[in-house]
């Protein structure tokens, strides 16, 4: 009888992770569901899958979990690198720990987990590691540059890391979704809304690049809190 793929997913809390092992799960796949609060992924257990603490901005903590799957599974599958959150706002705006943070998870984490289960992969000569990338990776949004760099940079790490595991049958696929429902939109909109001088910076700019043809730059602000439920 077939063994039932072990999955190891990284960002289950919300948005694209959570249904994504819920579905691994229903097909029948032994699904690692992680997140850095392990309270808010517990229930899933009642789903029949397992769940373990990882913050991929943590070397230690992924290290344990990778440690903890392999001792309880004794290999891994698949792995899906999924966790991640956006920065908005202008890029001339956003500071460099600020980017670096955004770079640190969505771009360097990634890497790390990678690096951390290949080799396991590699010694079975067998795997599949799935990269969740996004459109904004191709098509550069206003207000989101520096999350559409860490997607264009997934896309290209991708790319090469496919070409460098070919050779051990491990392969490696990149979703570029669009809009989804999650918490990474509003996680995003709430931090400019708490920091509200980033906010109003940002509607200078966006008052900036009309020529000044706005009414009121005021106006441009108003609008912007009305968008942001402010």
Known sequence: ?????????SGCSSGIGLPLAREFASR???VFATARKPEVIEPLKREKMETATLDVTDSDSIGACVRE???KAG?????VNNAGYMQMGPVIDISADDMRRQFDTNVFGAAALTRAVAPHMIKKRSGLIVNIGSVSGIC?????GVYCATKAAMHLLSDS????LA?????VI???VGAIKSNIGEAAVKNIIETKKFGLRSADRIYQSKGGCLAKRSDTRRRIFKRFGR
């Open 167 to 171: 050779p051990f049958n491990i392969a």
């Open 174 to 176: 990149v979703v570029q």
């Open 1 to 9: 009888m077939e063994k039932a793929s072990v999955v190891l997913i």
């Open 75 to 79: 290999r891994i599958d698949v792995l």
């Open 161 to 164: 890391l496919r070409m460098e």
């Open 140 to 144: 550069a949004t206003p207000f989101a």
């Open 69 to 71: 799957v392999i001792g």
């Open 28 to 30: 029948g796949c032994r």
